[in-house]
């Protein structure tokens, strides 16, 4: 963990329960900046085609969404600014709305195939796209999405923490595993050519 991270989660609380379970607690740390992104950050978050993302309600109660879309659709602004656009989905706007009462976010992005896996704290804002056309276009998808965006979601970046591979099941996606097995299929359907060729000679 950074220092940052660890001076955000460590509550005394935490710190309380530490000391009764352990007998000790973590020293505290003295972290006044927030984390800048690095190129290892950066590609991580780039890479992905989902990503969880915690807020909190009005009535302090925590809400969880699974964002998802084409590789990249979550974009790096700058080393501590990242964003992505966001669509017309179910309208209940839960994070929306929980975002207009605390700017409070936790990001989980996980990569199954490496087992590795990423959390951010921030503070978030949502702003219209129609008013923001500029930033709407460096927010959208790289490959397209089919509609206009309706809110753009900007994340100012406090800290963040990689976690440990265990007990990360290693999964992959369909475009994942055909990147594998498609020379795979070739070559099976070139050797049932040849072998076809063979019997009708024969």
Request: charged fraction near 25%.
């Amino acid at each position: 963990m950074t220092d940052r991270y660890m001076q955000t989660v460590l509550t005394p609380s935490v710190l309380d329960a530490e000391r009764e379970y352990y007998g000790k607690s973590y020293p505290t740390f003295d972290a006044q900046e927030p984390d800048s992104l690095r190129d290892q950050e950066i590609e991580m978050i780039q890479s992905r085609d989902s990503f969880y993302m915690a807020t909190i309600t009005e009535d302090d109660w925590p809400y969880l969404q699974h964002r998802g879309g084409p590789k990249g659709f979550l974009r790096v602004l700058n080393r501590q600014q990242i964003g992505f656009a966001d669509y017309r989905g179910n309208r209940q706007l839960i994070t929306v709305g929980a975002l207009s009462k605390s700017d409070r976010v936790s990001l989980f992005l996980i990569d199954y195939p490496t087992r590795t896996r990423l959390k951010m704290l921030g503070h978030a804002r949502v702003l219209k796209a129609s008013d923001n056309p500029k930033l709407a276009e460096q927010l959208a998808p790289p490959e397209g999405h089919g509609s206009k965006p309706e809110r753009l979601i900007v994340i100012e970046g406090l800290t963040y923490d990689w976690n440990c591979p265990k007990f990360i099941t290693p999964r992959y996606t369909k475009s994942e595993i055909e990147e594998v097995t498609n020379p795979l299929n070739e070559q099976i359907a070139a050797l049932k050519l040849k072998l076809a060729s063979y019997e009708s000679a024969t």
